[in-house]
């Protein structure tokens, strides 16, 4: 066993900090959030300098590494700012479904757009009747000479407006049965015409990214659209889950991260009674619990991405990860709150920003309660 990360590992963890020190600037944040806006110049650095999709390989602009340098990326991109490293990281949401089941063509046009900044990707899953339960669609694919013929509607998509592709779960085969072998995932490009997106509204955190209802009306695209097989693509996702799920508890894990190390400068230099607030028992006793969370919550989500990269598909161990690391965020960055008191509270002091993007952990991508679905059926096992 080693728990060393290795010289490449390091090297990309300071590279991402000195990334995030020069470029991640607070008031900009500020002004970002207040203007619901993309971080586009902040991206679009990044994927010049390579930090946008390290896992894909290098003929598709990636570096050829694995879901553990990724993770490494997406921690450090969040520690600098929850909310421009979250927008940063979710860059190439879902692109992993082209990179492991799309056409040799669809990786050619796509991937390195995504790994270079040029442009984003997106997952549409959810629709309006079926969030955690995505064993059947009501989004629809139907083949008509050569073509898919979509019609649907998905909502909460991250990136939806800005993507220029869109991975979409649509029932192929309404008599499937069970329903999700039915399911297929069709690539739409973002200028099919049919595909509209609408803002899904006001939210509570991860303010520069947008979150859109994606409306698919008589959407023609070829055949050889289609990612992965046919009446596969429940499979394909939940395969793709036991990545994704690893990089949003990398999201929680930065996050967390980020809010502690604002709280600790903070009460060093925060005086009451005469006396450095982090002279008070109470306070270190709230850092150490802080401490251990996040050294918890590093050691499942490193060992989950680690795991995956040796090829063994553990979805208990992921959901494991996911599941602490996202609880761990939203609890740090409620105590960074407090020990600031009410400047914790004030937008200008960051930390109530960070709180609130870390809660979004605990519900994309599988909710908590989702997660622990996972982990009681994988250690019960079947009931007789
Ligand atoms: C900001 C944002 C961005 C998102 N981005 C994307 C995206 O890019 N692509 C995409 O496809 N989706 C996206 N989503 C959707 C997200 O994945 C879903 O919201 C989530 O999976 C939950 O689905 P739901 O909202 O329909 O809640 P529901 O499924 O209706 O759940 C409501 C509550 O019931 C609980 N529940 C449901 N079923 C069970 C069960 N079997 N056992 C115990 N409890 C259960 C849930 O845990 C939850 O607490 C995003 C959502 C948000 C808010």
Known sequence: MDFELNKTQKDIQKAVRDFTKGEFDKDLALELEKNHEFPKKIWQKAGEIGLIGVHFPEEYSGQGLGSLEDILVIEELCRGDSTIGSAVALSSFASELVLHYGTDEMKENFLPQVAEGKMLSAGAFTEPDHGSDITFMNTTAVKDGDEWVVNGVKTFITNGGLAGFYSVMCQTDPDAKPTYRGISLILVEADREGVSTMDVGNKMGIHMMST???????????LSNLIGEEGKGFYHVLHFFDESR?????????????????????????????????????????????????????????????????????????????????????????????????YGYMTEYEVERFYRDAKITEIYEGTKEIQKNTIASAIIGKLK
């Open 212 to 222: 859109t209802e994606v409306a698919l009306k008589d959407v023609r695209v070829p």
């Open 246 to 342: 690893i990089q949003v508890a990398a999201q929680a894990l930065g996050i967390a991260q980020g809010a502690y190390d604002r709280a600790m400068d903070y009460v060093k230099k925060r005086e009451q009674f005469g006396k450095k607030i982090a002279q008070f028992q109470v306070t270190q006793h709230k850092l150490a619990d802080m401490a251990t969370k996040l050294e918890l919550s590093r050691l499942i989500t490193y060992k989950a991405a680690w795991n995956f990269d040796q090829g063994r598909i553990d979805p208990k161990l992921t959901s494991m990860a996911k599941m602490y690391a996202a609880r761990s965020a939203v609890e740090i960055a409620d105590e960074a709150i407090q020990l600031l008191g009410g």
